[in-house]
């Protein structure tokens, strides 16, 4: 499985971010996907993920009634919308995908929340 995130970029405080995760490989289908975000001189933090079996999500407090996340299985793309943003959303944002003991990491995108 094989993830590439992009919609990265540079917004002001109160703006919107799409970011998006194309994912690949043969069984994609099955994996739980999710994004991740690390901030400088932070850990990373789960903070939304789409359930494989029934599309069940889940966000973090931090981002809950902000963020939405989605997934089209036709495109193979997994999206996180983010609305209302806050300077302390800036972190690289990376989308992630297990299944049992399988896991996969793709290559942050970074997003600045500034004025």
């Known amino acids: 499985v094989q993830l590439q995130a992009s919609g990265g970029g540079l917004v002001q405080p109160g703006g919107s971010l799409r970011l998006s995760c194309l994912v690949s490989?043969?069984?994609?289908?099955?994996?739980?996907i999710a994004w991740f975000r690390q901030a400088p001189g932070k850990e990373r933090e789960g903070i939304s993920c789409i359930r494989n079996s029934d599309s069940t999500t889940y966000h973090a407090e931090s981002v809950k009634g902000r963020f939405t996340i989605s997934r089209d299985r036709d495109k193979n793309m997994v999206y996180l919308q983010m609305n209302s943003l806050k300077s302390e959303d800036t972190a690289i944002y990376f989308c992630?995908?297990?299944?049992?003991?399988?896991?996969?990491w793709g290559q942050g995108t970074q997003v600045t929340v500034s004025s």
């Open positions: 490989g043969a069984t994609w289908n099955v994996y739980d």
């Open positions: 992630y995908a297990r299944s049992g003991s399988n896991k996969y």
